[in-house]
């Protein structure tokens, strides 16, 4: 029963590239939640997904980033033309329906923008 | 405005000593959550309280909730070396989005 998966681990990009984030939920749950967290921060929220519909996008840059959670495969979270100030962890999390339980989150994919 | 404000921001400790975390939060809520964050590491939840509770309880950890104050409190007791990490409180509704708090720095020493 494997948790949040979430690859890369550990992604650098040069100024100008495309980053691509992968997130693969827990089997049985249908929401995805991505989160963006700064060195001795807290974690913002960027983006809420179920299958096939962004549901909130309330924290997400209204340029370069996107996120998709497609009916088959992984939650993509996608920032293009990165800035050094993209640099930093990014979490996904995912939940059943109803959050009794909380969420369970995955490793983060730490982002180094050069 | 964030939600879930923690204090103190740092915490440091004698192992074996309890250790008291404060959360407040500014809006109404349906639950209130607590994560513990392994320095390099992702979240792990630790306990949820719904907002008609007052007190809940997980091993060594108490959370209390007091919704006429709006704020939260993690006792962890007994503190082990293992217990550092960062806490963090999260407020929400439903299957909707958490808001974090910054956190608290716990160091256990031995």
């Known amino acids: 029963n494997a948790g949040v998966m979430q690859n890369p681990r550990h992604l650098v990009r040069r100024r100008g590239q495309e980053a691509r984030l992968r997130c693969s939920p827990m089997?049985?749950?249908?929401?995805v939640y991505w989160y963006r967290q700064l060195p001795e921060e807290g974690l913002k929220f960027m983006v809420y997904?179920?299958?096939?519909?962004?549901?909130?996008e309330s924290g997400m840059p209204k340029e370069r980033f996107s996120a998709e959670f497609p009916k088959e495969g992984p939650s993509i979270l996608r920032i293009q033309q990165v800035v050094r100030g993209d640099s930093a962890a990014y979490f996904c999390?995912?939940?059943?329906?109803?959050?009794?339980?909380?969420?369970?989150f995955g490793s983060g994919t730490r982002l180094t923008v050069v | 405005s964030q939600q879930g404000e923690e204090d103190p921001q740092a915490l440091s400790i004698q192992e074996g000593e309890n250790a008291t975390m404060n959360c407040s939060y500014k809006t109404s809520i349906n639950n209130l959550q607590w994560y513990r964050q392994n320095s390099g590491r992702g979240l792990v939840h630790l306990i949820l309280i719904r907002s008609n509770e007052r007190e809940k309880h997980s091993g060594r950890l108490r959370v209390t909730l007091d919704t006429s104050k709006k704020s939260s409190s993690l006792l962890i007791t007994a503190s082990r070396a293992a217990d550092t990490a960062s806490y963090f409180c999260a407020t929400g509704k439903g299957a909707q989005k958490l808001v974090f708090g910054q956190g608290t720095r716990l160091t256990i020493n031995p």
């Open positions: 999390a995912s939940s059943p329906p109803a959050t009794e339980n909380g969420y369970t």
């Open positions: 997904l179920q299958k096939e519909n962004i549901i909130d």
């Open positions: 089997k049985g749950h249908s929401h």
